[in-house]
């Protein structure tokens, strides 16, 4: 929040939709290839491992995991940079020159995120399996201080340009502060290819629906930003920036629990403990409830106040908070199945079925695109968060 605050005031809501949009290409790469793999496949197998007394193992396949995955991103990141001039045009395709111009620069730069993410995820990993979560949870605050510093020191001076650099040193850090605690835990950085492993094989197999749930979700995303793209100036920035407000509680609420929950999850059905596997579930399901119930209502009625308090100065004027308004509203609506859907996800995935998801993910993006256009239509960048909260209920139900 303290971090779109600074981004709202200091930025004009149309250079900041193209700051948004930069980051719609590499974090589907990203998406596709790291994030699904980690919460779907290599935390529930590392979980495995551990709760066989197979540490070595374990230790093994992630040299496997960190080596051979980061030399696949390495090959996708340098096609997307030479693909992404003819890309760009694809997904704002109603940005006038200037602003496609600054979208292709800045998404270029943000190239080398995903590059230090996957490191630092597959450390995010090692920590989860552990359920060691302070240090985890500390590295999302660094990378979002990094850029809160860099809007506040540098953007008057070098404007979106110290924003973007401002992202890749806390990508950095969110991975450097996680080496050390890794390290006392047993893990060595070592280059291992091995494709051959059951391990590593087992990880492909059920990191694919994930993936799949994953990357037609940023598809989503690109599809709201190329509509967005042709709405009010800085709908783009809008939609984002209301969207990250409904996200905080989802987070704190839903995706903690659901976190937290998971390794415990997984270590159930490894032991083939059900009783408890349904114990930890129907508690954290009470608990995101309990939270998000009140938080949705609050969140709808406090909108405007909560859009002018965290948005509302420099350039972010009366005319954007009206349409940030009116977007959070719809947006707070879908609190609940948000919060819940990491858990549901997460005990799939800790039953080592990673399909169910993926189908509910592939459902609801179907419908969020099919319900974006007309009521993008009808009532603009809010549409689409009308479209999104409904898709989102369906998805959970």
């Not at 995903?114 to 090692?126: A, D, R």
């Not at 660094?142 to 953007?155: E, P």
Request: hydrophobic share 55%; with cysteine.
């Amino acid at each position: 929040m303290i971090r779109d605050h600074y981004l709202a005031q200091k930025i004009p809501t149309d250079i900041l939709s193209s700051y948004y949009a930069a980051f719609r290409l590499p974090d589907l790469v990203f998406n596709i290839l790291i994030l699904g793999t980690i919460a779907s496949a290599f935390i529930p197998v590392f979980t495995s491992y551990l709760s066989r007394k197979n540490e070595k193992e374990a230790w093994q396949v992630t040299s496997a995991v960190l080596t051979i995955f980061f030399a696949v991103m390495v090959v996708m990141l340098v096609g997307l940079f030479f693909l992404l001039p003819s890309l760009i045009p694809l997904l704002v395709p109603k940005f006038d020159s200037y602003h496609q111009e600054i979208t292709l620069k800045i998404a270029r730069i943000l190239l080398l995120s995903p590059l230090l993410f996957t490191l630092s995820y597959i450390l995010s990993g090692i920590l989860n399996s552990f359920k060691r979560f302070l240090i985890y949870s500390i590295a999302p605050l660094v990378y979002n201080l990094s850029i809160i510093l860099g809007t506040i020191l540098l953007a008057d001076r070098f404007g979106i340009w110290a924003i973007a650099w401002a992202v890749i040193m806390g990508a950095f850090l969110h991975f450097f502060i996680q080496i050390f605690p890794a390290w006392r835990l047993g893990w060595r950085p070592k280059l291992a290819f091995n494709l051959t492993h059951p391990a590593v094989k087992k990880i492909v197999r059920l990191m694919g629906p994930r993936s799949v749930a994953l990357g037609i979700n940023q598809v989503m995303l690109a599809i709201y930003t190329m509509i967005a793209s042709g709405l009010t100036s800085g709908a783009v920035a809008i939609f984002e920036l209301s969207n990250n407000i409904q996200t905080m509680p989802t987070v704190v609420f839903g995706n903690s629990v659901a976190t937290a929950v998971f390794p415990s999850l997984s270590e159930s059905w490894a032991l083939r403990q059900m009783e408890q596997f349904r114990s930890y579930f129907r508690k954290s399901f009470r608990a995101i409830l309990f939270f998000l119930l009140p938080s949705t209502v609050g969140l709808f009625l406090l909108r405007a106040q909560i859009v002018r308090l965290i948005l509302g100065s420099g350039f972010f004027g009366w005319e954007q908070t009206i349409l940030a308004s009116a977007t959070l509203g719809y947006f707070a609506l879908s609190l609940i199945p948000q919060g819940l859907l990491p858990l549901f996800c997460r005990s799939f995935y800790a039953l080592h079925d990673t399909k169910t998801p993926m189908w509910a993910a592939i459902f609801f993006v179907i419908v969020a695109i099919g319900l974006g256009f007309p009521l993008a239509g009808q009532l603009g960048v809010a549409g689409l968060a009308l479209a999104f909260t409904l898709a989102a209920f369906l998805q959970i139900i």
